[in-house]
């Protein structure tokens, strides 16, 4: 499947957590009804790792990559915290597109402050990520899943 069916399906499966979400919190505490999701994601995800035999892989993630990786983990933990106890005082069709601002903020956050130079995109910028030269643009997308990461070309650390 391309991309645009993975990302088809997120959204499919997005609107139904908004649904489930909504129903699930209802009467219940939304920090132990995101403990509950969490658990159930852990123990799905831990399945299909397993299922797909990469589990072992685990040690060989090099410390930068868990450490962003980590980060990533604590924001998504305060984003369905805080989701979540949207969910329970307001309405699922209002929260779930103010949910989806983090788009925006995404673009907002890569690109980075205003006055640093992006390097251009193109041939160019392959051959100075296989030599290592660096730059100084905070992040923007390189098609072929290279992303510029402060100061260097990072292959698979965007989507």
């Given at each position: 499947?391309?991309?645009?069916?993975?990302a088809l399906l997120s959204a499919v499966l997005a609107g139904l957590v908004a649904i489930l979400g909504k129903i699930g919190v209802r009467?219940?505490?939304?920090?132990?009804?995101?403990?509950?999701?969490?658990?159930?994601?852990?123990?799905?995800?831990?399945?299909?790792?397993?299922?797909?035999?990469?589990?072992?892989?685990?040690?060989?993630?090099?410390?930068?990559?868990?450490?962003?990786?980590?980060?990533?983990?604590?924001?998504?933990?305060?984003?369905?915290?805080?989701?979540?106890?949207?969910?329970?005082?307001?309405?699922?069709?209002?929260?779930?597109?103010?949910?989806?601002?983090?788009?925006?903020?995404?673009?907002?956050?890569?690109?980075?402050?205003?006055?640093?130079?992006?390097?251009?995109?193109?041939?160019?910028?392959?051959?100075?990520?296989?030599?290592?030269?660096?730059?100084?643009?905070?992040?923007?997308?390189?098609?072929?899943?290279?992303?510029?990461?402060?100061?260097?070309?990072v292959k698979g650390a965007c989507c």
């Amino acid at each position: 499947m391309s991309w645009i069916g993975y990302a088809l399906l997120s959204a499919v499966l997005a609107g139904l957590v908004a649904i489930l979400g909504k129903i699930g919190v209802r009467g219940v505490d939304s920090t132990l009804a995101t403990t509950v999701r969490g658990a159930i994601m852990f123990g799905a995800l831990l399945a299909v790792a397993l299922a797909r035999g990469t589990l072992g892989d685990l040690w060989t993630v090099d410390r930068r990559a868990m450490l962003y990786i980590a980060l990533s983990g604590l924001a998504g933990a305060g984003s369905w915290l805080c989701y979540f106890r949207a969910l329970q005082v307001g309405d699922a069709l209002r929260v779930a597109p103010v949910d989806r601002l983090s788009g925006a903020v995404t673009l907002v956050l890569a690109s980075g402050p205003p006055h640093v130079r992006r390097p251009p995109l193109g041939r160019g910028n392959r051959a100075e990520a296989a030599s290592g030269s660096r730059g100084t643009a905070a992040s923007q997308e390189l098609a072929g899943g290279q992303v510029w990461v402060k100061g260097a070309w990072v292959k698979g650390a965007c989507c």
